[in-house]
């Protein structure tokens, strides 16, 4: 992973993106319901908020290989979302280097609270965002999306910085 890099995402990053994706329910389980199928770049940067969201990518050259966002939820509550990795480059370690990437943004931002929402069937995901360090904070809804919560994120930031 040493010639992988962290970057803001662009909107031309999507157009790979959304080749991951491979249908209407895929894509409602990465980025939630409402958004137009079939998609494409352009329409799905637009429709994830893109360039108004805090959007990451991990890159190698100008590939992405990973995705993510973080959502302000309030003063000082970050919310990790649509986490996503290439599907030819997935169980490599880089869902866990995007989402460690993503909490280091999060502290640089002075967050004191960090969840995420992550499907109860998804065994993969639950088990790398306990790893992590994320708990339950809540039963899983009608969909089955379970709430996590990252209990210890607000002891890792230095209180005495103003």
């Known amino acids: ?5 962290w970057r803001p995402a662009l909107p031309t990053d999507l157009a790979r993106i959304a080749e991951w994706i491979g249908t209407a329910r895929a894509l409602e389980r990465w ?10 770049g352009a329409k799905l940067w637009r429709e994830i908020d893109g360039g108004s969201l805090l959007s990451f990518c991990l890159v190698t050259g100008s590939e992405p290989l990973a995705f993510g ?11 990790l979302a649509r986490i996503i990795v290439s599907p030819s480059r997935r169980r490599q370690g880089l869902g866990e280097a995007l989402c460690r990437q ?15 929402n992550v499907f109860a069937d998804n065994r993969a995901a639950i088990d790398l965002y306990r790893r992590l ?5 809540g039963s899983a809804d009608s ?7 990252l209990r210890q994120f607000a002891a890792n930031v230095d209180n005495d910085v103003p």
């Open 102 to 116: 993503l909490l280091d943004e999060a502290r640089q931002r002075r967050a004191e609270r960090v969840t995420l």
């Open 31 to 40: 980025a939630g319901p409402g958004l137009s199928w079939p998609t494409d």
């Open 1 to 5: 992973m040493a010639d992988n890099r």
């Open 69 to 79: 966002q973080l959502v302000v939820k309030g003063e000082r509550h970050y919310h």
């Open 133 to 137: 360090g994320f708990t339950d904070c």
């Open 143 to 149: 969909r089955g999306i379970r709430p996590m919560q």
